[in-house]
């Protein structure tokens, strides 16, 4: 073996080592979780708890910063921008990578070219709920089905913005019973909510846990949910599978994304860690309370989801023929 063999020999036997080191060693620093959505909204139930759990372990400080606006684009081009040191951390819905996209005319961000996946940390699903508006005899898929063919103009849904899973969650309902349901766009959840429990409007889409509460004290009612199973957390509604829409299962996942060219020991030390994090008891009891389930998954598996979902939602939008957005 002469000199050059012995080093290259050397070199590769000692990465792993050198990779271990640095994937150990803590973040010089403050490092942020950029969330596009307003502070004390779902997104922060994840993002400030595990931002506890990781201070001091994956860098000296760990602050959340939320960069509302444009339903999470903002946020998702910042972090786009931002340097590959580790120290800039996207948290955002997989709707915002996968199904954006498809929607919009022009983004300024690839989710495949721009951004390197560190996993997901939690799933959740969506119910289709009734409020007061509703006559309170309709319980089921089907009952309200009947209801909006003999009330056409006042079958409509409210959904919390414009081109949101929800917003698609309702148009397939109507395109698979043959239906014309009239969708009212809010600016948000909140205001949303806020028409569900005065009756304003009949039904809407909305994220699970933050109607659940409200389902539980009788205020609204859950029709269907929109797993693929019934949710552990409302485990009495049946899910609009078991209804007759096979076609409709719609789950989501908050995601962490780091930007393009982190080095991939930075990956996954990052990911190792918020796993870790999301399986202590004390999360999963805080995160169950508002109908979260965590699911920490490998950068690579992570990969094959969002690109899974992206091809799943090109189909989805094409048949519906939804009018691109600018």
Not at 103 to 113: C, E, G, K, M, V
Request: aromatic letters at 8%.
């Amino acid at each position: 073996m002469d000199r050059r063999q012995f080093m290259a020999g050397l070199a590769a036997g000692s990465l792993p080592w050198m990779l271990s080191r640095r994937a150990s060693a803590e973040l010089a620093g403050n490092a942020f979780i950029i969330s596009g959505f307003p502070a004390g909204g779902m997104g922060d139930l994840v993002s400030r708890p595990l931002a506890e759990k990781l201070r001091g372990r994956y860098a000296t400080n760990l602050l959340v910063d939320n960069k509302v606006g444009a339903g999470g684009r903002i946020a998702t081009e910042f972090v786009k921008r931002a340097g590959p040191d580790g120290l800039t951390i996207l948290q955002i819905p997989g709707s915002i990578m996968t199904l954006y996209p498809h929607i919009y005319r022009a983004l300024n961000y690839d989710p495949f070219a721009d951004f390197a996946p560190v996993t997901t940390t939690c799933t959740y699903v969506y119910s289709f709920t009734a409020s007061a508006a509703l006559p309170a005899d309709i319980r089921t898929v089907d009952d309200f089905i009947a209801w909006a063919r003999a009330n056409p103009t006042t079958a409509s849904y409210g959904v919390p913005a414009a081109g949101s899973p929800l917003h698609f969650a309702g148009m397939m309902l109507g395109r698979a019973a043959g239906l014309q349901l009239t969708a009212v766009p809010y600016r948000g959840g909140a205001p949303l909510l806020t028409d569900m429990l005065a009756g304003v409007i009949p039904v809407s889409f909305n994220v699970l846990g933050e109607v659940l509460p409200h389902i539980r004290s009788g205020k609204l009612r859950a029709l269907a949910v929109t797993s693929a199973g019934r949710s552990p957390f409302l485990p009495e509604v049946p899910t609009l599978v078991e209804q007759g829409f096979a076609d409709i299962v719609l789950e989501e996942w908050l995601g962490w994304f780091l930007p393009a060219r982190t080095p991939p020991d930075i990956v996954q030390r990052l990911n190792i860690l918020v796993g870790e994090s999301l399986r202590a008891p004390d999360l999963i009891e805080s995160l169950a309370a508002s109908a979260l389930r965590p699911r920490p998954v490998a950068p690579e598996e992570f990969s094959v989801m969002v690109r899974q979902d992206f091809d799943r939602w090109a189909a989805i939008v094409k048949t519906t023929g939804f009018t691109a957005m600018d």
